[in-house]
DNA sequence: AATGAATGAGCCTTCATTCAT
DNA sequence: GATGAATGAAGGCTCATTCAT
């Protein structure tokens, strides 16, 4: 139940309260950043100007500029890994788990655009950073997931005998394709259609993929 | 037949071969920039240094840092255009064309790595700049033509009656996923299998995911 | 009469006769550049953007940069001091004679008022580059011609025996002041009224500060 | 009284006494840099190589180059008005207020040559920036400053009824257009006197310029 | 934990000028 | 006389990072 004990912050006289969690706000204020201008323009001075938090602060938080970036992905990654893991666990059978597979990814990107669209972009910098195993070692385990939820299907000849290197291309593909179209056109005057209008063909093509 | 008989340029007399087009060289040593450190290492200054133009000079040709890195992506970007488009051209039948749209772009970019690398990692780059709508207008020309070529075949029943948005994201939705996939672990430990390995069954969903 | 009898330049068969004179072209467009932003805006490539002539041809004409902006200079500076000239010798009697210093400037600066400004902002920069003897040539004989023309009255007691190096500032303070800071409100909102609106007063001035 | 007893700022024991104001460090460099070579003259790297300060301090204090221009024009901007006020405090009468005015101003710039010719140089620069609001109100409260002083003295008949507009031309121009052409003279061989020599009759122009 | 002044490497960009054609 | 590609010095500015308080 993770009693949180620690002592009581004293609460200042006269300001409001500094809401909960200074290292919340500033992932909060280097999101936004990214938001606007891409993974660049998470800047220490613009995650400062926008939370609040002195520039001492936030090294003393994370370490450096990459830091802040590294940390911010994990957080969304696992996020998003959970909210599918979620959804397929509820899937009863094969072709309704592989469907969860693509509609919850979807629907975790419909409601939270931002935090997609960072995790598309800031995967390069990561990945050049010091953290590279660490998301290495993230993303193998997610794919190991998915490959061993698909093993039993496979033996049992419910879906196709296919490389497991390309199964999260075929499943995955065709949906995060889709996203990523929509949430790089979401503000311009070619937008595509939210991705929920095509929630049931996507899946279908996850499907039709895989299946025996 | 190779014998092109244009004017033959007139070779210095006693200089290296250098006149050979001041443009290319720059964008050139712009994409081993981009080999190296990715798009934020294409510089000025090391831009410079690979090709031995003059700063002034690469402002000449392409008036700021932005517009060399935009310049590469339209050649490239069109370069890829063409190259599938001329495997597709080639195609007998539906089936075979789907396959082409797959297997033309699989090739392009196994045959050029960094090339195809630099489109992924620049296009975030080029949508964030001046010439966003070049690149919308760019990417829905392709995406009309790839829709036209499916028209006939939609309509006599040979395909799928599918939205003509979803079309992109389902035929090179997996070929794409995978050549990223593969392009970012190039030179790391965890390297994937070369595209080319799996040709028929990226070709295969493309099929499946269309095919009435 | 001057008969300008070089040889009449070849007309372009089909093209717009390209207008009597480069020359003047230049000029033109480089009070235009200072004119939008100093005289630090009259740039090579600012002038050629306007008129259309090559930066060769402006190297041909007038050396380097600061040969436009000194030519423009004195070509102003000769045409303000003519213009005055012209009025001085107009008026009759002293009195006269001095309103028509101040008169004479005024409505030279009102009917110029782009090259006035010119002249305020460059003479910094002639004066600091090569052909500052020429300016000081140049200011020499005019003071001296005004000096010259008050001597006469000056010994006939009509006006006061003050200082020569006084009698500019004298006589041409209040309307350079006023002038001056009417040119560098013109398109502020916080505008002052036209010189002519205080052509009076500012002869009264000078007439004041002179007279014995 | 002299003894202003605010806590003694901790005198480093070994180090050479550096920790004096690095604002006012910068803002002193920058004046010398514009002494040697014109307000161009004030560059990152000239301050820098003058003061000691680093390229990033000199941002923080002034955010861009011509932060510190307008910054060091203020300072001298009120300095010279303060330095004229006291001396109109002094003054006893219309006349001698008037003539206070003029000598007021007539011996600051004397004190201080470098400023005021900063002061002449830099206006122009400071009315292109963003700052032209700030300055227009500085002119516009220290015109204001001197018309209301009139004020009192033209109702009572003392001074001439002339429009408020062109007081501050009709006082103070001579005096202005001799310190200018003094200022802009003094290393050249043909330097004017000082401005000191015709103190008298500066002031006398001033007072036949208004007195009724 | 927090603060913010200071640092300096690294970039982008402008601009006058030259020169071969 | 004209043209415009090429040159390179010079300057402005950003940004991650350190450190004393």
């Not at 005057?189 to 049931?200: D, F, K, Q, V």
Request: charged fraction near 20%; glycine fraction near 8%.
């Amino acid at each position: 139940m993770a009693s949180r004990s620690r002592s009581i912050p004293p609460i200042p006289a006269s300001e409001a309260p500094e809401p909960a969690d200074r290292r919340q706000d500033i992932l909060n204020a280097a999101l936004a950043c990214a938001a606007d201008g891409g993974v660049d323009a998470v800047t220490i001075d613009g995650v400062r100007a926008r939370c609040g938090a002195s520039v001492g602060s936030i090294y003393h938080h994370f370490g450096n500029r990459d830091g802040i970036v590294a940390a911010l992905f994990f957080d969304i990654f696992h996020d998003q890994s959970r909210s599918v893991q979620v959804q397929l666990d509820a899937a009863q059978g094969v072709e309704a788990g592989v469907r969860a597979l693509v509609t919850g990814y979807l629907d975790w990107v419909v409601a939270q655009p931002e935090r997609a669209r960072f995790l598309f972009q800031a995967r390069g910098a990561v990945t050049a950073g010091p953290r590279t195993p660490d998301l290495a070692e993230a993303a193998r385990r997610r794919n190991q997931a998915l490959v061993a939820w698909f093993e039993p299907h496979r033996q049992s000849g419910a879906v196709r005998n296919l490389p497991c290197e390309l199964m999260p291309s075929l499943v995955m593909g065709p949906v995060q394709s889709y996203c990523r179209a929509w949430l790089s056109g979401l503000e311009g005057s070619n937008a595509l259609p939210s991705p929920t209008t095509y929630r049931e063909e996507l899946a279908d093509a996850a499907w039709r993929a895989v299946k025996a």
